[in-house]
């Protein structure tokens, strides 16, 4: 095994036992931070395959606009530091079934097509050229999803927002 693959496998078992335990936590805050390592973890893989500036990205807009975000929001809310429900044991058992169906029909996916090289020349992948793509219209322009990244932040703003300004539950 090269070091490589030892890098990747790292890499990998660090992401997914960080979006793991961000699922698992019972702490709101707790989870935050999981995931925030989770994405943080992408980001490393994005550096790992030499994608500087998609990396860069990650950091910036999943990292630093998203998971801030969520983190403000626990802040401001009246019960930031209280654990969450109890899960209900039908829906433990049908979301383990869901994801064993999901690496289920994905190793199958695999095994059917495979995946095997196709002999294209290297991608140019400096900044001037990701630029220049993303405002371009044409075909391979990337224009419809920066639009969206920019939606995707605005309703994480939003949600934010509207869960820092519910009201404190009377006591009766």
Request: hydrophobic share 60%; charged share 10%.
């Given at each position: 095994?090269?070091?490589?693959?030892?890098?990747?496998?790292?890499?990998?078992?660090?992401?997914?036992?960080?979006?793991?335990?961000?699922?698992?936590?019972?702490?709101?805050?707790?989870?935050?931070?999981?995931?925030?390592?989770?994405?943080?973890?992408?980001?490393?893989?994005?550096?790992?395959?030499?994608?500087?500036?998609?990396?860069?990205?990650?950091?910036?807009?999943?990292?630093?606009?998203?998971?801030?975000?969520?983190?403000?929001?626990?802040?401001?809310?009246?019960?930031?530091?209280?654990?969450?429900p109890a899960p209900v044991r039908s829906r433990?058992?049908?979301?383990?079934?869901?994801?064993?169906?999901?690496?289920?029909?994905?190793?199958?996916?695999?095994?059917?097509?495979?995946?095997?090289?196709?002999?294209?020349?290297?991608?140019?992948?400096?900044?001037?050229?990701?630029?220049?793509?993303?405002?371009?219209?044409?075909?391979?322009?990337?224009?419809?999803?920066?639009?969206?990244?920019?939606?995707?932040?605005?309703?994480?703003?939003?949600?934010?927002?509207?869960?820092?300004?519910?009201?404190?539950?009377?006591?009766?």
């Amino acid at each position: 095994m090269s070091a490589s693959a030892v890098v990747f496998y790292i890499l990998s078992f660090f992401i997914l036992a960080a979006g793991l335990l961000a699922v698992a936590s019972r702490k709101i805050f707790r989870s935050a931070i999981w995931l925030l390592f989770s994405l943080t973890g992408i980001a490393g893989l994005y550096f790992w395959l030499q994608m500087e500036f998609i990396a860069a990205v990650q950091i910036v807009v999943y990292v630093g606009g998203i998971v801030v975000l969520i983190i403000f929001s626990i802040f401001l809310t009246q019960q930031s530091g209280k654990d969450l429900p109890a899960p209900v044991r039908s829906r433990a058992i049908f979301s383990v079934l869901a994801a064993g169906a999901g690496f289920m029909l994905t190793w199958l996916m695999i095994r059917r097509y495979g995946f095997h090289p196709v002999g294209q020349g290297t991608i140019d992948a400096s900044v001037g050229n990701i630029g220049a793509q993303m405002l371009s219209t044409s075909e391979h322009g990337y224009v419809l999803p920066f639009e969206v990244i920019s939606i995707l932040l605005l309703a994480a703003m939003i949600g934010c927002i509207v869960i820092a300004i519910k009201t404190k539950p009377e006591d009766k």
